[in-house]
Antibody
Framework: QVHVVESGGGLAKFGGSLRLSCAASGFTFTDYYMSWIRQAPGKGLEWVSYISSGGSTIDYADSVKGRFTISRDNAKNSLYLQMNSLRVEDTSVYYC????????????WGQGTMVTVSS | HSALTQPASVSGSPGQSITISCTGSSSDIGGYNYVSWYQQHPGKAPKLMIYDVSNRPSGVSNRFSGSKSGNTASLTISGLQADDEADYYCTSYTSSSTVLFGGGTKLTVL
């Protein structure tokens, strides 16, 4: 069965760091771009970052550029998001998503992991 | 890039058709055929309904269709059903090599 499972969310303080992980299974991980997308409580979706299948192409939303780093370990079928200099406005459910087609056809989503940043 | 503009809410009766619009600019929707639409039920992860403007992933009902004209994309749902009641989001690729979401539209089935 094709799915992705996020982990690593939790409570962090303003200015702190967290590292999210996403474990993929049921498909050839190296064939797909992967993305992180977030959703603040009661708000809409916001794309955060994507990474190409080999890791050579990466981009970020302006709201996280310079603070967040996306990476992947194809040997472990895993995607990561290192979040530094966290802000209260980063509080969201963070989803890991597979791209059926680049750049924005996200066909497989995880259940999400909640990140709460306190002041 | 500002968020793509969607109506906050739309409604329709069972069996009817509704259309949700998504307005951007020549730097996003108007410049690329990379528009996707997502359905999200409360407490659930989003589901891909349309990609590349008008393509349906396997398993998505043909009651859902997408189109684009200029800087505006549209999602049409025909034969409205109770289970279609959900939030819908559009997205587009942008000239900054990023992905932009719309603010979301709440669909109510009367």
């Amino acid at each position: 069965q094709v799915h992705v499972v996020e982990s690593g969310g939790g409570l962090a303080k303003f200015g702190g760091s967290l590292r999210l992980s996403c474990a993929a299974s049921g498909f050839t991980f190296t064939d797909y771009y992967m993305s992180w997308i977030r959703q603040a409580p009661g708000k809409g979706l916001e794309w955060v970052s994507y990474i190409s299948s080999g890791g050579s192409t990466i981009d970020y939303a302006d709201s996280v550029k310079g603070r967040f780093t996306i990476s992947r370990d194809n040997a472990k079928n895993s995607l990561y998001l290192q979040m530094n200099s966290l802000r209260v406005e980063d509080t969201s459910v963070y989803y890991c998503a597979r791209s059926l087609r680049w750049p924005n056809a996200f066909d497989i989503w995880g259940q999400g992991t909640m990140v709460t940043v306190s002041s | 890039h500002s968020a793509l503009t969607q109506p906050a809410s739309v409604s329709g009766s069972p069996g009817q058709s509704i259309t949700i619009s998504c307005t951007g600019s020549s730097s996003d929707i108007g410049g690329y055929n990379y528009v996707s639409w997502y359905q999200q039920h409360p407490g659930k992860a989003p589901k891909l309904m349309i990609y590349d403007v008008s393509n349906r992933p396997s398993g998505v009902s043909n009651r859902f269709s997408g189109s684009k004209s200029g800087n505006t994309a549209s999602l049409t749902i025909s034969g409205l059903q109770a289970d279609d009641e959900a939030d819908y989001y559009c997205t587009s690729y942008t000239s900054s090599s990023t992905v932009l979401f719309g603010g979301g539209t709440k669909l109510t089935v009367l």
